[in-house]
Structure formats: structure tokens, C-alpha cells
């Protein structure tokens, strides 16, 4: 029994020295700075399963989930933030609720871009998401126009 449980930790040992070092996130060492995040974002639509949000490149921000129209005002940070201020309407004659929401980015000592998900509570490669949900134009004026309507704001 003994001898298994020594095999066992040599093994495990293996196993975790061998797992590749991306798996632990970036070394957050290089900050990405504003004009990088927001000449990466402005002018695109952020595709979404049931909407999407447009960074306009004057600063305006459109978003659409569902039913719901979210219009506002965006900007990049510093410290690597893509950030929108936004009030969300949701019927007609409701006032709407005002919501900020950030996301954070940061490259890695080899430059790779990375961005932090709130949800998971974890850093994770853009790569895909960017190729992807970012698209050039605003994919999302149509619903903007006819949900701004409904609601008359």
C-alpha cells in the first residue's frame, strides 16, 4: 500500500510539472494601455447570443439584449479597462437603470492579449471571441432604432 501511494505521488508530481504554464493565466506583467483597447474596440459591434453592444468610435455606446436597449457612453482606461456607463430601458414610460460595467485586459510578457472574465473569475485568450464576435460597423442599429422607438427615448 505504501509503495502505491508513493508511485501515486511521483506520478501526480509528473502530471503537474509537466501542464503547460499558460494554464495559470498571464504573468500580468505588460498593462495594455487605453489608445491600444480602444482603437481595438471603436466603430465594432460586440456580438452577443441575443444582442450585441456597438463601441461607436466617438465615444457613444448602443447595446441591445433581448427586449432591452442600453445607450450610453464608453471609454478605455489606462489600465487596460474597455468600460461603458449606460442607462437600460426595458418599456415604455420606465425610467431606465443605469449601469457600469468594465472589462479588463492586460498582455503577457510574450504580448498575447488576455481579458478577465467577472463571471468565471479567471484571465482568458481573446483570441477566438475577437475573430469572431467583433465585427466591423454597427451590426445592432436597426434593433437600437426600433427599441429606442417602442420606448420612445
Known amino acids: 500500500m505504501f509503495v502505491f501511494r508513493k508511485i501515486s505521488a511521483v506520478v501526480l508530481a509528473t502530471v503537474i510539472a509537466a501542464a503547460p504554464a499558460s494554464a495559470a493565466g498571464p504573468d500580468k506583467k505588460n498593462r495594455v494601455g487605453g489608445e491600444t483597447i480602444a482603437k481595438l474596440y471603436?466603430?465594432?459591434t460586440w456580438i452577443w447570443s441575443k444582442g450585441g453592444t456597438y463601441w461607436a468610435p466617438d465615444g457613444s455606446f448602443q447595446a441591445v439584449w433581448e427586449d432591452s436597449v442600453g445607450l450610453g457612453k464608453w471609454y478605455a482606461t489606462s489600465k487596460g479597462s474597455l468600460c461603458y456607463e449606460a442607462q437600460w430601458y426595458h418599456g415604455k414610460g420606465e425610467p431606465g437603470d443605469q449601469r457600469k460595467e468594465c472589462y479588463r485586459h492586460i498582455a503577457d510578457s510574450?504580448?498575447?492579449l488576455w481579458k478577465y472574465s467577472d463571471k468565471d473569475q479567471s484571465w482568458y485568450k481573446p483570441t477566438r471571441e475577437f475573430a469572431e464576435r467583433l465585427k466591423p460597423g454597427n451590426k445592432i442599429a436597426s434593433r437600437v432604432r426600433k427599441l429606442r422607438k417602442r420606448y420612445g427615448v
Open 42 to 44: 471603436a466603430g465594432k
Open 110 to 112: 510574450q504580448g498575447q
